[in-house]
């Protein structure tokens, strides 16, 4: 009867290789900051989180290429991993998708699959850039987040339909309204920036004390 056992024998990893995948990941991940930082719509500051794309993209390439060498070695890693908890808080759904891309781009490069890696790479960045300048197609860019707030209740459809008026198209990101305190906040695509002051007189006309900050998403890039 024949018995088959687990090959522990180590792998040896080509040192040229290793490095040249390296520089790769480090310019795959280079592109990919600075597509994120002009096409994302996320609301944090985008080059703070972009730097993130290095360290995430390199760390997982030199991980999967030292497990691959070894099999005790990657269950060691799974061991390792799973004692381990992240509590990063991701704000935006598009961060998240983001930071799965760079974990692709590492394991690709790990695994030495160089050219699928690049290739889809590729092909992905060329689908996000093509997708966003498809959705933004004839929008005027004065876009900005607008913060609405006041010492008492407001009738939020109200709001919405005075903000449409002034907008191309206006997204609802938060609001929190009692009965003595009312937040609102949007994220509204303006048809001209003179709407923007067209809009702060209509808000104080209709309610006094009323206190309005506007913020440019090109500021937060």
Do not use: W
Request: net charge positive; with cysteine.
């Amino acid at each position: 009867m024949k018995q088959v056992f687990l090959n522990y024998q180590n792998i040896e990893i080509n040192l040229l290789a290793f490095v040249t995948n390296l520089l790769i990941a480090f310019l795959l991940s280079h592109i990919l900051s600075l597509v994120y930082v002009k096409y994302s719509n996320s609301l944090s500051n985008k080059k703070i989180f972009s730097n993130n794309f290095y360290l995430i993209t390199l760390t997982t390439t030199l991980i999967i290429t030292v497990v691959k060498s070894s099999l005790a070695l990657s269950l060691g890693l799974v061991g390792a991993l799973s004692i381990v908890r992240f509590r990063a808080a991701i704000k935006e759904p598009e961060e998240i998708a983001y930071l799965f891309l760079c974990i692709a781009i590492g394991l690709g490069m790990g695994a030495n699959y160089t050219l699928v890696t690049v290739v889809g790479f590729g092909i992905i960045l060329a689908l996000v850039i093509i997708l966003n300048r498809y959705t933004r197609k004839n929008i005027d860019q004065e876009e900005m987040f607008c913060t609405i707030s006041l010492n008492k209740k407001i009738n939020l459809e109200e709001l919405l339909n005075m903000l449409k008026k002034h907008s191309n198209y206006l997204f609802l990101r938060d609001f929190d309204i009692t009965d003595r305190f009312s937040q609102i906040g949007v994220i509204v695509n303006f048809k001209s920036s003179k709407e923007i002051n067209s809009l702060s007189k209509e808000l104080n006309r209709k309610y006094s004390g009323v206190n309005i900050k506007y913020l440019n998403k090109r500021a937060l890039s």
